[in-house]
């Protein structure tokens, strides 16, 4: 349906119109004078609360244990919106932009580095449905800033069926939640979660008692637990509490809050806060406070927020969110123990992580002075270098394709023991100076080291060498002593830390990496039918070398 202006409302939703703007009866001038009193003397209030619901949709936020997302107009072009992420991990007041926004979202939650934002309701071939867009955050250990998945984009989802009045919408590690009102007067609400990419209904509890002002939150430090609040019927300054445990079961249980100040429900280190009023009254502060089964522990007592302005629940404590007329986003950060409220610091972009960026030089720096070491001793030269003629120098594909090999024992036992997903195998130390984070990395290459050099003393050649065909020998054309060995192997693994030192294998006319240089040895394969044929000066006088050779292979 469409009202006159031409806007199409939801059948089930339609626009709400007063009455007296229907009525075609005349109107007497006294009640016409007697409107304008009310207006004269409560306008500025009507208007305040007016601005301060429009001012509302100016920023959208949603946050999980380390993530907060935000929503706000644009320092640059206040007239646009744009998508920004602050995290623990930022370690001051500070925020990344991710994404422009081209309108507010009709809602917004977030969980474990991933925010979802429910567009307005609108027609599709006559089925009412919320558009669900999603943008997962990625962190760049190297750089310590974040990437976006999918980049540039938004990624659209499944579409949430819209029957009703959207409610809420919260995240956890079960799903995405979605409530929605009653279709029409007698029927029971209805709770949405998407459970394998697909919306599927949620049994709700028999107790509940659908109102104007029912809540939906999520709580939990390690399993979420899914809150309804609802007002109590036999009390109006309490809330009927009813909680799904990790069981599946659901419990009421009762708290004195009116919900009709609350503002919102947080999750704050996994603790079900509500930030609320104690009266009705606009001179009453807002207050933070955790519920408990028939008690409301007070946290904070909030100053008077500044601007726009908004409440939101981490790991670390509650934050207050405030976005000033001055075009600019505040935080603050309280105590989730204490209540202590920090103060105000405006944020600002990520500044350039120069301490991570003289680490990535300094290492470089050490991979340049590991290059003028080997040109200045000259641990050996090419014309040293004794091949037997069955054998010729290894190309570099042959020899990574190897090593990708011999990293497969480590990357799969660092994963299983640290329990990582595969792509932290790809934080190298180089590009970290945190440990723990190129711990996956050090475990995978601290194990190829391993095998690699028992599969050398033995049969001259690492697993992935053996695959491939290749072969390590002394430079006079020899087994390698254990010696020359245990030197190789050793700093293969400092090749792997610091990968500009594999340049070495590509200067050397016999592809000799860092490691065989210093230790004397060469990767080899065999000679071929359409490789050249050997040098005079490559073939050993005896013989007796290239036939050992060839029958220890």
Not at 95 to 113: D, E, F, I, T
Not at 214 to 239: Q, V
Not at 286 to 309: C, K, M, N, T
Request: hydrophobic share 45%.
């Amino acid at each position: 349906m469409a009202d006159q202006r031409g806007v199409k409302y939801h059948p089930r939703m339609p626009a709400l119109q007063h009455p007296a703007l229907d009525s075609s009866e005349p109107r007497s001038p006294w009640i016409a004078l007697f409107i304008l009193g009310l207006i004269l003397a409560f306008g500025p209030a009507m208007t305040t609360k007016a601005v301060a619901e429009e001012d509302a949709q100016r920023m959208w936020t949603a946050s999980s244990a380390s993530h907060l997302w935000m929503i706000h107009p644009d320092e640059r072009k206040p007239e646009q919106f744009v998508l920004s992420l602050h995290t623990q991990e930022m370690d001051g007041p500070y925020l990344q932009q991710a994404l422009p926004v081209a309108s507010m979202p009709m809602a917004m939650a977030a969980w474990n580095g991933r925010v979802w934002m429910l567009s307005p309701a609108r027609d599709v071939g006559g089925t009412w449905q919320h558009d669900v867009y999603s943008l997962q955050a990625i962190r760049r250990a190297d750089l310590a800033v974040y990437s976006t998945s999918p980049s540039n984009r938004f990624e659209l989802n499944d579409p949430l069926p819209a029957t009703s009045e959207l409610m809420g919408l919260a995240a956890g590690d079960s799903g995405l939640f979605a409530l929605f009102a009653p279709e029409q007067a007698g029927s029971p609400p209805r709770l949405m979660q998407k459970r394998g990419g697909r919306w599927q209904a949620v049994e709700l509890p028999d107790e509940l008692r659908f109102g104007p002002k029912t809540r939906l939150a999520l709580d939990g430090s390690s399993r979420d637990r899914l809150n309804l609040l609802t007002r109590d019927p036999g009390d109006a300054g309490r809330t009927l509490w009813h909680r799904r445990d990790r069981d599946g079961a659901w419990r009421t249980q009762s708290v004195p809050l009116d919900l009709n100040f609350v503002r919102e429900l947080i999750s704050v280190d996994g603790r079900l806060a509500a930030v609320h009023r104690t009266s009705e009254r606009m001179a009453t502060p807002f207050q933070i406070s955790y519920l408990r089964p028939d008690q409301r522990i007070l946290l904070a007592e909030l100053p008077v927020p500044s601007g726009f302005w908004s409440v939101r629940g981490m790991k670390r404590g509650a934050v207050l969110i405030e976005y000033s007329t001055r075009d600019h986003l505040s935080i603050r950060m309280i105590d989730p123990v204490n209540g202590e409220i920090s103060e105000s610091e405006i944020m600002t972009s990520v500044p350039l992580p120069v301490g991570r960026l003289w680490h990535m030089i300094m290492m470089l720096t050490l991979a340049v002075i590991a290059v003028l070491v080997v040109v200045l001793v000259r641990p050996g030269d090419a014309s040293s270098v004794r091949i037997p003629a069955a054998w010729i120098p290894a190309a570099p594909l042959p020899r990574c394709l190897a090593l990708l090999v011999d990293l497969i024992p480590g990357a799969v036992l660092a994963v299983l023991i640290l329990r990582v997903p595969p792509v932290e195998l790809l934080r190298l130390p180089i590009i970290t100076d945190q440990l723990d984070l190129a711990a996956p990395f050090l475990i995978m290459i601290g194990v190829a080291g391993l095998f690699g050099t028992l599969g050398e003393l033995v049969g001259r050649a690492s697993p992935g060498k053996a695959l491939l065909g290749l072969r390590v020998l002394a430079v006079d054309g020899k087994s390698p002593p254990p010696r020359a060995i245990l030197i190789r192997n050793a700093i293969r693994i400092i090749i792997l830390i610091v990968p500009p030192l594999a340049v070495f294998a590509l200067l050397s006319p016999h592809m000799q990496g860092f490691n065989d240089l210093l230790a004397r040895t060469v990767v080899v394969r065999r000679r071929t039918s359409r490789d050249p044929k050997p040098e005079s000066d490559q073939t050993p006088r005896n013989q007796d070398d290239g036939q050992r050779d060839d029958s220890s292979s």
